[in-house]
T-cell receptor, first 117, second 117 residues
């Protein structure tokens, strides 16, 4: 079974631009979570989507948004980029759902490295 | 809220040495516990997990036991190899917390392990 894939792997943007990152979960997984990883703040939870609905959100400004499609693929968007948005953005998928023992085990993609100049 | 604390790093060992990376947690409910490993330039790989007290997760020679009484989940390996050099993250998922827990892993700060030949 193919793992979680993320595109693109690397991005370079300038301040003020916007960016869209894509994530394809493991087949059959309906939950997709997004994380930001930086040397200073570590791994921080952005948001989670399940069946096209955002169920949970971390403490990030509204410039960070996401969505999920009917095939469970997910995108996240960052508008009006700031230098501090430079980070590795990780997507993870899981079987999360009611009555799913072990469904909270998340499997991660390789990440998208975003550099904001 | 939930939190995970890992031992301060980095950890430097010689090949075949014994490894322990300490991890303690605070959770409002009854969490699942995980260890993830991250190699340079890659995403996180699930190393092992445990979902209830006294469960022992194991994989590739690594082990960790879920200790509810001490709220700990220490990672151990009897004989490390150069190829084990990576960053190790302890994490928890607290599904019993309801909506605010959906799809969210809480991570420790990570421990850098370097193994010399």
């Amino acid at each position: 079974k193919a793992g979680v894939t993320q595109t693109p792997r690397y991005l370079i943007k300038t301040r003020g631009q916007q960016v869209t990152l894509s994530c394809s979960p493991i087949s059959g997984h309906r939950s997709v979570s997004w994380y930001q990883q930086t040397p200073g703040q570590g791994l921080q939870f952005l948001f989670e989507y399940f069946s096209e609905t955002q169920r949970n959100k971390g403490n990030f400004p509204g410039r960070f948004s996401g969505r999920q499609f009917s095939n469970s693929r997910s995108e996240m968007n960052v508008s009006t980029l700031e230098l501090g948005d430079s980070a590795l953005y990780l997507c993870a998928s899981s079987l999360e759902g009611p009555g799913r023992p072990g469904g909270d085990t998340q499997y991660f993609g390789p990440g998208t490295r975003l550099t904001v100049l | 809220g939930n939190s995970v604390t890992q031992m301060e790093g980095p950890v430097t060992l010689s090949e075949e040495a014994f490894l322990t990376i300490n991890c303690t947690y605070t959770a409002t409910g009854y969490p699942s516990l995980f260890w993830y490993v991250q190699y340079p330039g890659e995403g996180l790989q699930l190393l092992l997990k445990a979902t209830k007290a006294d469960d022992k997760g194991s994989n590739k020679g690594f082990e960790a036991t879920y200790r509810k009484e001490t709220t700990s989940f220490h990672l151990e390996k009897g004989s490390v190899q150069v190829s084990d050099s990576a960053v190790y993250f302890c994490a928890l998922s607290d599904r019993s917390a309801g909506g605010t827990s959906y799809g969210k892993l809480t991570f420790g700060q990570g421990t850098i392990l370097t193994v010399h030949p």
